[in-house]
């Protein structure tokens, strides 16, 4: 998932410095089976239910569909791509990843804050649209082909997207900024005098690199691939749009292409699919939970900003690399799908007369499933945002209290959902929700509040995580200090609690809104007429075909993001500006 | 009225027993510090009285009023009472004014003029810390000295039935510290509310308070006012924790005299004015370096002898360490006494 980046920042913050909160006694147990309760039904049930499914056979309990899963060519060729994919792709992340931190963290290249904005879109757009973009440019009748072929007086083919290879190239470029800001954060916080240190000892600047700084920005570098790779494996856009017309499974299309083609009956067979993914996703989360932990450069240190390598007349080199990259890779892709929507009919030459509105009047008025899917999706966007806020900021408030390995529990419950690859999470939340607690079919599945549902428990911990980070930083004299002046519970948390958390609810608020808002994976799986969303309506033209539609919603999508983000970069800066004074 | 009593608290953190059946009396318009090194309970005491935790076993009263013992607890929102944060724990979102206004909104038992007209009262108090017509600043805006005043305004504002203060002064500095403690003294002068104050400073303790209540592992270790303390210390720990103390070893004749022992002479009999009882079993008589004074040696002078190890210019006085025997022991002189590494002086104990 795009933003797992920010699941793993806080984490380390939030470990450092825990501290010992007080409630009385009695309030303290009920809400600890408060907190408990829900958890476990809305957390780990479902993952319960579809580990259940996976052994069930028809004579009782079972490997009989593994082994028949295991006996198949077509998984093996699954996880082979899957693997493949997520490591190639990992490998492109990091090379990028790790030059751009460095250039950006340590080098006096120009432009620092634009890089930065750039090389962060890519999270903020879905990949699917990123995707989509890609075909566009670098499809069988993309710009670039169509360029080369005019170059050529022949039809040239230099590059087709389609294909493993495309899914590597696309998805690398999609999960580089996980690397980038982690390593980004590594870098700043690595101090100075320890470079300065290895100098003054007589070493060059060769092996001061590699002898002082590379060791100790491993493990953020490391955490931040592993990140990548985990993100690699969850993915399910980028290989659907690219590999599913190609013929080339991945564990989340295939599982994807069992629960709708079959129907029922291939549920266990998906079930075991999604443990394999999931043992793998896992694994993954392990060891970069492993890496945090020893990181050996302080998270609480200051970030020191300062250059520390002139690049003198290379400067203009290293500028206009990145200039280019990043024109490459995240302009082009977006104007070429633009330039698709604007025009008449698929393939036309890119002139004044083919132009048209027309796709996006047909999408925004016309089109009965996107109006419906725009509205379901903002629906599901406000509804997920603000169940989350509530819930999830109180629950970083009731965690934070609690030390304790209950607490530690909870937690890890909650980020499982998370953790695991969206279509997994997607497969269990069927098979939970449609029949819940037996004998009672609530009859949500198909529904919109289905989604939100799973929404919610896929979503909640990056609204934990970032209630998390601004509850430590407040800290505890500060409500202790508004108790002893004589402040009650509600006095408490309207007057000085809420306005201090703000900022990081905020950004979780923005994150989970976001996040829901352009979400494939899951309401792939779960939606039905009527409940589609907007990721499932550009899914869905793109699968008919229909690309001039696709890219125009998407078209305006990344427009939407691109407005909303600029609100909220101004909106902070006045904000910051007010509290600094 | 104003006054506090803590009876047979103990207080246990699941394994950890923070403290061991406590008995404490503030009196009216007492200034009590409480004094310890980090982990003696001190913290947890305040936080006890403050009504953060519920104690695990005795009794907390408040004006003759039971606030909490092991089954309830009255919530420190519903105390009166005023608190001063190590942190300052100031409202970065609220001005100085809506910080200082705080709790004469929200306490209990408000003076009907303070609520009719804050703005004055608040006013009034920033006058009294010295923050007169800082009212719409925030608190990004001012230095540590400043916060920590409008930490104390706050706490006072609505005359607190207790005053408790949480080491207030360590995060300010040394100059700082000083000139706070002072203003801390004018403020106990003028409102004569009982304040508890914790720290592990004890020259802070030393300079403001009325009784000295000095902790250890969970216990009272002693209990007295600072010229008690100081110069009857009832344990080594007390004598060694509260100014700096030499432990002289010997032995004691009787309770009023002791023996001090000399390499290859006789042991050299010491008058002692004060009980020094809890010291007897150790056989040592604590002396602090201000009570030992140094003259010249010279043959055949039937005194102790020592050399200078190491001498430290210190302004207004001069500290040595000077070997005796095995021991070192610290002298502090005025530095009208000079004497370089390595001579021998003639040490007296004037105790």
């Known amino acids: 998932m795009a933003t797992n980046w920010h699941t793993t920042v806080t984490e380390r913050q939030a470990g450092g410095q825990r501290r010992n909160f007080t409630a009385p006694l009695s309030w303290e147990k009920a809400a600890g089976w408060l907190v408990l309760v829900p958890v476990a039904f809305f957390f780990v049930y479902p993952l319960w239910k579809l580990v259940i499914l996976s052994v069930k056979t028809e004579t009782g309990i079972g490997l009989g569909v593994f082994s028949e899963m295991l006996a198949d060519v077509r998984t093996w060729s699954a996880v082979y791509h899957s693997l493949v994919a997520a490591v190639l792709s990992t490998v492109l992340a990091l090379v990028i990843g790790v030059t751009l931190a460095w250039l950006c963290a340590y080098t006096d290249i120009r432009g620092k804050g634009a890089i930065h904005v750039m090389a962060m879109l890519p999270l903020l757009i879905p990949s699917y649209v990123m995707t989509l973009a890609w075909t566009q440019m670098a499809g069988p009748a993309g710009v670039l082909n169509r360029f080369a072929s005019w170059l050529a007086g022949t039809p040239v083919e230099l590059w087709n997207v389609y294909g493993l290879d495309g899914i590597i190239v696309v998805m690398g470029l999609s999960h580089y900024p996980l690397v980038y800001m982690l390593t980004l954060s590594v870098l700043y916080r690595i101090p100075k005098e320890l470079e300065w240190a290895a100098r003054s000892s007589g070493a060059a600047s060769r092996s001061v690199l590699r002898q002082v700084t590379l060791p100790l920005a491993l493990p953020g570098i490391a955490s931040g691939g592993l990140l990548a790779f985990i993100s690699g494996l969850d993915n399910f856009g980028i290989p659907a749009f690219l590999g599913i017309p190609a013929g080339i499974p991945v564990l989340s299309t295939l599982i994807y292409e069992q629960v709708i083609g079959f129907g029922p009956s291939a549920f266990g067979r998906a079930a075991v699919l999604s443990i394999l993914l999931g043992v793998i996703a896992l694994v993954g989360t392990g060891l970069q939970w492993l890496l945090l932990r020893k990181g050996r450069v302080d998270q609480t240190s200051a970030e020191d900003r300062s250059v520390r390598y002139a690049l003198g007349k290379k400067r203009f080199l290293a500028e206009g690399a990145v200039g280019l990259f990043l024109f490459v890779t995240s302009f082009l892709p977006l104007l070429s799908m633009a330039s698709t929507a604007l025009i008449k009919a698929y393939g036309l030459p890119f002139l004044t007369e083919n132009l048209t509105w027309k796709h996006f009047l047909f999408v925004l008025r016309d089109h009965a499933g996107t109006r419906e899917a725009i509205a379901n999706s903002l629906l599901l966007a406000g509804l997920t945002g603000v169940l989350c806020l509530i819930v999830g900021t109180l629950f970083a408030y009731w965690r934070i209290q609690r030390p304790s390995a209950l607490g530690k529990m909870t937690e890890g419950a909650v980020s499982l959902p998370y953790a695991l690859p969206g279509m997994v999470v997607g497969l269990a939340m069927i098979l939970t929700w449609m029949e819940p607690i037996p004998g009672w079919q609530p009859g949500i599945y198909g529904t919109v509040w289905m989604i939100l549902i799973a929404y919610v428990t896929r979503f909640l911990i990056l609204q934990v995580k970032s209630s998390t980070v601004s509850i430590l930083q407040v800290g505890r004299e500060v409500e202790e200090a508004a108790r002893i002046s004589g402040g009650h519970l509600w006095t408490r948390w309207s007057r000085v609690l809420l306005p201090l958390y703000a900022p990081g609810m905020l950004t979780g608020l923005f994150l989970v809104m976001l996040t829901a808002f352009t979400e494939l994976t899951i309401s792939s799986l779960l939606w039905s007429s009527g409940s589609q969303t907007i990721g499932v309506v550009i899914f869905g033209f793109e699968q008919a075909g229909s690309t001039t539609l696709s890219s125009a919603l998407s078209t305006l999508i990344v427009t939407a993001i691109l407005i909303l983000l600029a609100v909220g970069g101004i909106w902070k800066r006045y904000w910051q500006r007010r509290m600094e004074g | ?351």
């Open chain 2, 1 to 351: 009225m104003n006054e506090a009593r803590v009876i047979g608290v103990s207080k246990r953190f699941g394994e950890v027993v923070a403290l061991h059946q406590i008995d404490v009396h503030i009196g009216r318009g007492e200034f009590v510090a409480l004094l310890g090194p980090s982990g003696c309970g001190k913290t947890t005491l305040l936080r006890l009285l403050a009504g953060f935790e519920s104690p695990s076993s005795g009794e907390i009263w408040l004006n003759q009023k039971l606030v909490a013992d092991k089954d309830e607890r009255i919530s420190p929102e519903q105390r009166r009472i005023g608190m001063v944060f190590q942190s300052f724990a100031l409202w970065p979102h609220l001005t100085v004014y809506e910080n200082v206004a705080f709790p004469l909104r929200h306490q209990e038992h408000i003076p009907e003029e303070f609520k009719r007209n804050p703005r004055a009262r608040v006013a009034q108090m920033l006058e009294m810390v010295g923050l007169g017509g800082m009212e719409q600043r925030y608190p990004s805006q001012l230095s540590g000295g400043q916060k920590q005043r409008v930490a104390l305004a706050r706490a006072i504002v609505f005359n607190p039935t207790l005053l408790l203060m949480d080491e207030p002064l360590s995060s300010l500095d040394a100059e700082l510290r000083i000139q706070m403690r002072k203003e801390i003294q004018h403020i106990h002068r003028e409102l004569g509310t009982s304040i508890v104050y914790v720290t592990h400073d004890q020259s802070e303790a030393l300079a403001m308070a009325d009784k000295i209540i000095v902790m250890r592992g969970g216990r009272v270790e002693q209990e007295g006012t600072p010229h008690e303390i100081y110069y009857a210390p009832q344990s080594p720990f007390v004598a060694k924790f509260v100014g700096r103390a030499n432990f002289v070893k010997g032995s004691w004749a009787d309770s009023s005299t002791f023996l001090l022992e000399r390499e290859g002479q006789t042991s050299l009999p010491v008058r002692v004015a004060q009980d020094l009882t809890p010291f007897h079993r150790d056989q040592v008589l604590p002396v602090r370096p201000d009570q030992i004074r140094l003259h010249p040696w010279q043959e055949g002078l039937d005194g102790v002898r020592g050399r200078v190890q190491h001498v430290q210019f210190q302004g207004r006085e001069l500290l040595y360490s000077i070997q005796v025997g095995e021991e070192e022991w610290e002298v502090s002189t005025d530095i009208a006494t000079r004497f370089t590494y390595g001579d021998q002086v003639a040490v007296e104990l004037v105790v």
